[in-house]
């Protein structure tokens, strides 16, 4: 009998060819990816009332160069994004201290800096750079070094510092992704609940010191989230209209180009922060449900791959990709359906923008290279085993 087995078979990626990395990325991934894009095409489309410009064509460009920009980033070693993690984190703060100073305003806010082709967000950039930062701190510690609160102070300071930098430009909403992204990797590196639970008393303590630091658009955006309908013209016109296209949607929706708040131009910011109620106006319930479950297979898949990595690197960096996509997700369809205040954080590869398109691409190569050299046993030094 022949005892050949194919699960036993397993490649190493310290032999692999570039073709042969390239044949071992997940394509069933990278195809949910393309069709979640996709979908975010066809509604920049209709956002635009039939019309590929302005939205549409420049996020397909944007995809493209952010596909190309994912299956490098997955050819790389991982031990090469394990090694200049730090340099990549201190590149990211450097950005975000450049933004204080030669920033660009736009909406009233100073988050961009102006490269002349692009208008880079450095916030986006640090949300990838703080996973690596993190995940290489954490990589290799030991249950007792966890646990010591001093080995906790250099992450602490990863995470708050840049959260601090974002919340001054000012941008709410990015800085507590900042905050939650960089909590789920404490939790997943080991750290103890009861120390979340002191930072959590010590956060709702501060809330009266740190609402005197709240911009007076951002104090009516809570005021509003708790009444509503205090002021529906004003700073609640944005959540009421949002709420009657979702209502107005129903079970399979208007029908594609036929949404009334959207076209008839009731509903603001339709091609950014609130196109996924653009969606479920022309698309209904069911349309919704069909993204959401896009939405839920890429965060099973981010989810297998991290358990499958051999390496705690490669598991944290998975896992911490996989999070702060949920936390887009989440942020994004919990703020139209006013569920939370408003902020804004765009819906991933449906929502028009640059940075963030390229800097999800960008994860998503660092997932598929945790997919790739998931075998791949990683010291704590860094000295690397064939599994």
Not at 247 to 263: D, P
């Amino acid at each position: 009998m022949n005892n050949f087995s194919p699960q036993r078979v397993r490649f190493n990626p310290h032999r692999m060819t570039l073709r042969e990395k390239f044949w071992q990325m997940n394509w069933m991934l990278i195809g949910l990816i393309t069709i979640c894009a996709s979908v975010g095409f066809i509604m920049l489309y209709s956002a635009a009332n039939g019309s590929i410009d302005p939205w549409a064509q420049r996020q397909m460009v944007r995809f493209g160069i952010g596909f190309a920009m994912m299956v490098t980033v997955a050819l790389v070693d991982i031990r090469i994004w394990m090694r200049y993690a730090y340099s990549f984190y201190i590149v990211a703060m450097v950005l975000l201290v450049a933004v204080e100073v030669v920033g660009s305003v736009g909406m009233g806010a100073q988050r961009w800096i102006d490269l002349g082709i692009v208008q880079l967000q450095p916030s986006e950039v640090m949300k990838i750079s703080l996973i690596l930062a993190l995940a290489r701190y954490f990589h290799g510690a030991t249950i007792q070094e966890v646990g010591r609160p001093l080995f906790l102070l250099p992450p602490l300071v990863m995470v708050f510092a840049p959260a601090v930098l974002v919340l001054k430009q000012p941008d709410l909403g990015t800085a507590l992704m900042l905050i939650a992204g960089g909590g789920a990797i404490f939790f997943l590196a080991g750290v103890r609940m009861w120390k979340f639970g002191l930072v959590l008393a010590a956060a709702i303590g501060s809330v009266p010191i740190a609402w005197q630091f709240l911009r007076q658009y951002q104090k009516n955006r809570v005021l509003i989230f708790l009444n509503p309908e205090a002021d529906p013209l004003g700073t609640g016109y944005h959540i009421t209209q949002s709420k009657i296209a979702l209502g107005s949607g129903g079970l399979f929706g208007k029908g594609f180009l036929q949404g009334t708040q959207s076209h008839l131009n009731f509903l603001p910011e339709k091609q950014t922060d609130f196109i996924f109620t653009m969606l479920a106006e022309e698309t209904g319930m069911v349309g919704g449900l069909f993204l959401l479950g896009i939405y839920v297979l890429i965060l099973a898949y981010g989810y297998a791959i991290a358990l499958r990595s051999r390496s705690q690197f490669g598991r944290l960096v998975a896992l911490g990709v996989t999070v702060t996509f949920f936390l887009y997700v989440f942020i994004n369809i919990a703020m139209v359906m006013g569920l939370i205040p408003v902020v804004g954080v765009p819906l991933p590869l449906i929502s028009y923008g640059g940075t963030a398109m390229l800097t999800l691409m960008i994860g998503f190569g660092l997932m598929m290279s945790v997919y790739i050299h998931r075998d791949v046993v990683i010291g704590r030094r860094g000295s690397s085993e064939e599994g």
